[in-house]
């Protein structure tokens, strides 16, 4: 999770949020072992702002990868940062129930969750298969 946390924090720093000022950095392992990273990009058209996993998320799939096996979320603290609900969905597409979500902070590791905890009940890809 080392490699996930460094790319993460690196990745916050790079963040666009200049109307939050809240910045995020997110970064996911796929099952090839590569990890990709996002950071929030945020827009003068408020919805049009993008979160730091959705970036992680995209940057994977361009790279190739389908699964996502461990994901970091770093925050400015101090409080546990908490992916948005938009984002728990946006990770179980290419996740299961226990997907380890590491929630970190400036310090470091605050606490690591799974997403099954996030999101339970979840629906997901295996609700549109054979119909
Ligand atoms: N944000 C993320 O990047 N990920 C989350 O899961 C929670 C929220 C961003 C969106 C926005 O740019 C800023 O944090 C404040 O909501």
Do not use: W
């Not at 000022?21 to 996911?28: D, E, I, P, S, Y």
């Not at 984002?87 to 597409?93: F, N």
């Amino acid at each position: 999770m080392d490699d996930l946390l460094h790319l993460a924090r690196r990745m916050m720093l790079r963040a666009h949020a200049p109307y939050s000022k809240f910045h995020v950095g997110a970064a996911v392992r796929a099952e090839d072992g590569s990890i990709h990273g996002g950071c929030n990009v945020e827009n003068a058209a408020y919805p049009q702002g993008t979160c730091a996993e959705a970036g992680a998320i995209a940057a994977m799939v361009a790279a190739g990868g389908k699964r996502i096996l461990e994901c970091v979320v770093i925050g400015p603290g101090p409080g546990v940062i908490t992916p948005c609900g938009g984002c728990r969905q946006k990770l179980r597409e290419f996740a299961s129930d226990d997907l380890p979500v590491h929630l970190c902070g400036p310090d470091g590791l605050h606490r690591t969750v799974t997403l099954g905890h996030l999101l339970p009940m979840s629906f997901g890809p295996h609700h549109l298969e054979k119909r």
